[in-house]
């Protein structure tokens, strides 16, 4: 556990999963990220690691199943930087920023990771940084957000920076043989999150959520590469705030949303996953693995990478920001976020703004 006046933060040595985390926002403390309900129960042997860990955000390399290996590496689902455990490396503090500072040597591709998790005091955020050194080749790396929404339909308000190319995954997220469910069609393209062709007619708003109880799905958001940076944001209207995520989008070029309703009826998951969604930064295929990243795929034919090429000489270095801002009355659903002196200002498509301290210039930063 490490903290700020503003914000509470755990992390799991198992998988090194980010999680709970609380902000405090003036009289209130807003706890956004999900648990599995199962956190506390013995499961069976064999379930991979990051599902008894499962909670909050957790960094993936590669990101995705892994089930197909590549060229001789043979990943455990998001990778060992989701599933392994971390050495605590130090917790240290600079001036008004707090960091705890974790490692992990991986074996299937052998290298190491080191992860930067650091508190600003004044800022309701959270910053990431994530070091691979010693590897070579390509990777699909990735966040893994969680959020738990209100069990009430359409609680929550989401959107994204612009996009230039929107899919449902190409293949069934889900299928009835295994008892999962999924409601989209797979593989349709889409312009607007706010109309999605489900798999039995009609369209699908994906800009409201909790929605389709019963359902689990999948699609994938290419970001515009020429941004100076990508954001992500849910917001709440009734409990007065918004959460909101910041990338480079020349770094993490997609966002995936998991949206998870309940829809798979099989161990651990027994239809009791419901009201969460993971809202996941990624340069990948889909959740595929790094088999079907690192080849020709249909998004990397149209120039969008799905990989990274690691260079054992220099160091790549992975920067999200994670954050909670309140937000007036009135304040419906993030249309935009811009810079703005000391921070970032939201703006709702209704035309409200907030305020929040950030320090943006640490999503192009190395040290």
């Given at each position: ?58 960094f993936c390399a590669p990101f995705g199943g892994n089930g197909t290996p590549w060229r001789g590496e043979q ?293």
């Amino acid at each position: 556990m490490f903290h700020t006046a503003e914000v509470t933060a755990h992390l799991t040595k198992l998988g090194g999963h980010l999680g709970p985390v609380a902000f405090r926002l003036g009289k209130k403390t807003v706890s956004p990220y999900s648990v599995a309900p199962w956190a506390e129960e013995p499961l069976a042997p064999g379930t991979p690691a990051l599902l008894k860990a499962l909670r909050g955000d957790f960094f993936c390399a590669p990101f995705g199943g892994n089930g197909t290996p590549w060229r001789g590496e043979q990943h455990p689902p998001h990778g060992e930087t989701a599933n392994a455990s971390w050495s605590l490396e130090a917790f240290e503090s600079s001036g008004t920023r707090v960091t705890l500072h974790a490692s992990l040597a991986t074996k299937v591709r052998k290298g190491r990771v080191d992860k930067y998790l650091s508190l600003v005091k004044g800022h309701t955020a959270v910053y990431l940084r994530h070091v691979l050194s010693g590897m070579s080749g390509p990777m699909s790396p990735g966040h893994h957000a969680m959020l738990k929404f209100p069990e009430t339909p359409g609680s929550g308000a989401v959107s994204t920076s612009r996009f230039v190319r929107g899919q449902v995954l190409p293949e069934p997220f889900e299928r009835a043989e295994n008892f999962g469910y999924h409601a989209l069609k797979p593989g349709v393209l889409f312009r607007s999150l706010a109309s999605v062709p489900l798999a039995n007619g009609g369209n699908a708003d994906l800009t409201a959520y909790p929605a389709r109880r019963g359902y689990d799905d999948l699609v994938m958001m290419t970001a515009d590469a020429k941004l100076p940076f990508a954001w992500t944001a849910v917001t709440f209207a009734e409990e007065g705030h918004v959460w909101f995520a910041v990338r480079d989008p020349r770094v993490l070029r997609h966002t995936i949303f998991w949206m998870s309703n309940g829809g798979r009826h099989y161990a651990p998951w027994n239809s009791r996953h419901t009201a969460v969604m993971g809202l996941e930064e990624v340069t990948s295929y889909f959740h595929l693995g790094l088999a079907e990243s690192a080849k020709p795929n249909e998004l990397s034919r149209k120039g969008h990478p799905t990989t990274l090429t690691l260079n054992p000489k220099k160091p790549t270095t992975i920067n999200y920001i994670m954050a909670v801002a309140a937000i007036p009355k009135g304040f419906d659903r993030v249309a935009d976020i811009r810079a703005a002196e000391g921070g970032v200002e939201l703006i709702a498509e209704s035309g409200k703004r907030a305020r929040c301290a950030l320090d943006l210039g640490f999503l192009g930063g190395t040290t």
